[in-house]
């Protein structure tokens, strides 16, 4: 059942008569863009920059007044741009972006307003060149001076990205609006007009709309668009269903009324919106399972993870039509298509636009909202995020290649290796080959490293025997008497010696400092001169202490690599198996600060769960959120009896349905 609230959509001019609390914004961007050519509108995610140009700008024109076009970058923003104005000249021009624009005003007798809507995705997902291109075209077609009007939007943590290109269009950053977030006042505005509107009577009015501000506020000072929305939206169906027993009909609003007892039951404006993508990610999960017994049970969280950016923003999959099916641009399904059959995956994206999880616009697919992207990318699994940063390390290094042709070194290859076998079938040719490059190119440095230290250590050798030869000579040809010359033999075996203890105490110095490829490199120097000059003994014991400290490294190393991928436990067992295999106070320090950062995020997790508990422990979706999050706390300490007690108990109380 559909309420008549905007939910997750972006209010258009059509909604008009529903947009409130946004006057005197809308007021300011009237002012300005009537006297510039180029605006820059940003704000926090959620806070309706594209509702306020949409809906409250478009309003303010009439229709003779403007011609609004609509932008996203989908595949790429230049060639997008050229489809919009071919659109609007029916199919003319397109190519020369000023000439197609000076069309457009003689064809309509309005200016052309170039609206790029969410510019963070060519910052994101665009290649420099088109980056470049793009704006390159917008500073044309300012010094054109022709009739014209750009804005674009885009998210305020992307701001900063914007200034390189400065440059390029110097009056870039000459006129901005940053749009803020709902505040009490403008919160309460929007519940009394929607109210009014929609015929939902609040009984008692004040005591309701300051517990519904108060619960949707949560401490906070102010609140994005989409979770207010959201949340009306669910609370008008919740009482809607309860009040009538039944669907709604069409654009029918019979009346309802609201008590306070409602609104304590829908629970904070937080678990309203992960309550909803779970229980959309629930409901087509089970739904496909009937179908297509072989998924696994992730399968539609893998689905959704596939449209959110590594940054956690929405990222849009480009998708068309084929005569055989539906075809999906950038490669993000291959590995999926690959394992399973297609039918599940198009089913699966037809439940999730249904469910309003996504949303499909001119051949493009994507999360409904930013908010949900955020949600997703929150809810990411240690895998998921560890998968997404060395798909971010390759995808970035790669980029730098291409420009620089620097090829990946040891330390990055390190957090790759481990990973690479999995991510080969969703590598395209070019970064796969530039990473198996990368990993040829440091093992042939290495090679040379120990070949040129091979080679260092036999000249070493060499003239140590030189100089040992002379003074033997030497000595010999001076001294006659066996008793003198036995003095030389001792006084040789003396320096060996020294210098054996100097060079075993620089290796352990090495060693102490964490420098393991140093004491390594002195250790096999030592090997050398103990084979030469001493004992099998002495042969031993450096043998014995090079296996030992190579393995050292290793472990080392593979808890450098599981700490970057915040994998902390297992990070852990590879610290204290390299504390047990040879303790020191270096490797002691980072098992502290190991141990510490995996008890704060142990104690972080299961307080959270514990509050979602507190908050309503009869709600069965609480009880399971609290339930995943004790499940990412259990996976940092496996053996926390209290924790698995808590959550035996928990699941106890879910299976008997209570």
């Known amino acids: 059942m559909r309420s008549p609230f905007k939910f997750l959509n972006a209010f258009t001019r059509n909604d008009h008569a529903a947009f409130f609390a946004r006057e005197e914004e809308v007021q300011r961007l009237y002012e300005m863009i009537s006297k510039n050519r180029l605006i820059m509108i940003y704000g926090p995610s959620g806070s309706g920059k594209t509702s306020l140009v949409q809906c409250g700008l478009s309003a303010r024109f009439d229709v003779t007044d403007w011609y609004p076009l609509f932008i996203r970058r989908k595949e790429d923003i230049n060639l997008s741009l050229q489809y919009a104005l071919i659109q609007a000249l029916d199919g003319r021009g397109g190519a020369d972006i000023a000439e197609s624009v000076e069309d457009i005003y003689a064809t309509y007798l309005r200016p052309a307003f170039l609206i790029f809507d969410q510019l963070e995705e060519l910052l994101i997902l665009g290649s420099e060149e088109e980056q470049q291109q793009f704006f390159r075209s917008m500073a044309a077609l300012l010094q054109a001076e022709l009739p014209c009007r750009i804005i674009f939007i885009f998210r305020e943590d992307y701001l900063a990205h914007l200034y390189r290109f400065e440059r390029i269009i110097p009056s870039l950053f000459n006129r901005r609006l940053r749009v803020e977030q709902m505040n009490r006042t403008q919160i309460e505005e929007v519940i009394t007009r929607s109210c009014a509107l929609f015929n939902m009577k609040l009984q008692p009015e004040e005591e309701v709309i300051t517990q519904i501000t108060d619960r949707l506020l949560a401490g906070n000072q102010s609140l994005g668009l989409p979770y207010l929305q959201v949340y009306l939206d669910r609370l008008y169906r919740t009482v809607f269903q309860k009040t009538y027993q039944r669907e709604r009909k069409g654009e029918e609003l019979p009346l309802l009324e609201i008590s306070q007892d409602e609104i304590e039951a829908l629970g904070v404006i937080d678990e309203v919106m992960e309550q909803f993508l779970l229980e959309q990610q629930k409901s087509v999960q089970s739904t496909l399972e009937r179908s297509y017994t072989a998924l696994p049970d992730d399968f539609t969280a893998d689905v959704l993870d596939r449209f959110v950016s590594f940054e956690g923003t929405k990222q849009p999959v480009p998708f068309y039509e084929k005569v055989d099916g539906i075809a999906f641009g950038l490669d993000l399904f291959d590995s999926l298509l690959r ?25 493009v697919l994507e999360i409904a909202h930013d908010s949900l992207a955020l949600l997703i990318n929150d809810n990411r699994t240690t895998q998921q995020k560890q998968l997404n940063r060395v798909r971010q390390r390759i995808s970035n290094a790669y980029q730098e290649f291409l420009i620089s042709h620097s090829l990946l070194g040891k330390a990055p290859l390190r957090t790759i290796e481990p990973f690479l076998e999995q991510l080969e079938p ?18 042939q440095a290495e090679r040379q490293e120990l070949e040129q230290e091979r080679k260092k250590r036999v000249r070493n050798r060499n003239l140590a025997i030189i100089g040992f030869t002379l003074l033997a000579v030497t000595t010999v040809a001076s001294l006659v008497a066996f008793v003198q010359w036995k003095r030389v033999e001792q006084a040789k075996r003396e320096v060996d010696n020294a210098l ?13 400092n964490g420098e393991y490829d140093t004491a390594l490199i002195r250790l096999y120097d030592l090997q050398e001169l103990a084979e030469k000059y001493f004992t099998t003994n002495r042969t031993e014991m450096v043998a014995h202490r090079l296996e030992t400290w190579t393995e050292l490294r290793m472990r080392m190393q593979a808890g450098d690599s599981l700490l970057f991928l915040e994998d902390y436990f297992a990070a852990l067992q590879s610290y204290a198996s390299a504390f047990e295999l040879a303790p020191d106070n270096k490797i002691r320090d980072v098992l502290d600060a190991t141990q510490k950062t995996l008890d704060d995020k142990f104690n972080d997790l299961v307080s959270r769960g514990d509050d979602m508990i ?14 995943g999050l004790y499940e990412k706390a259990l996976r940092l300490k496996p053996e926390d009896e209290n924790l698995i007690r808590k959550m035996e108990e928990i699941k106890k109380s879910i299976n008997l349905g209570n």
């Open 426 to 443: 969703e590598l395209e040719s070019g970064p796969l080959a530039f990473v198996r490059d990368s990993i040829a190119a440091v093992e």
């Open 500 to 512: 054996f203890a100097e060079k075993w105490r620089a290796a352990e110095a090495a060693k102490f």
């Open 614 to 627: 507190r908050m309503n422990a009869a709600n069965r979706v609480n009880r399971e959120q609290a339930l």
């Open 339 to 363: 394992q399973f059959p297609k039918a599940a995956l198009v089913s699966c994206l037809e439940l999730l636009e249904r469910s309003r999880v996504l949303v499909k616009k001119d051949n």
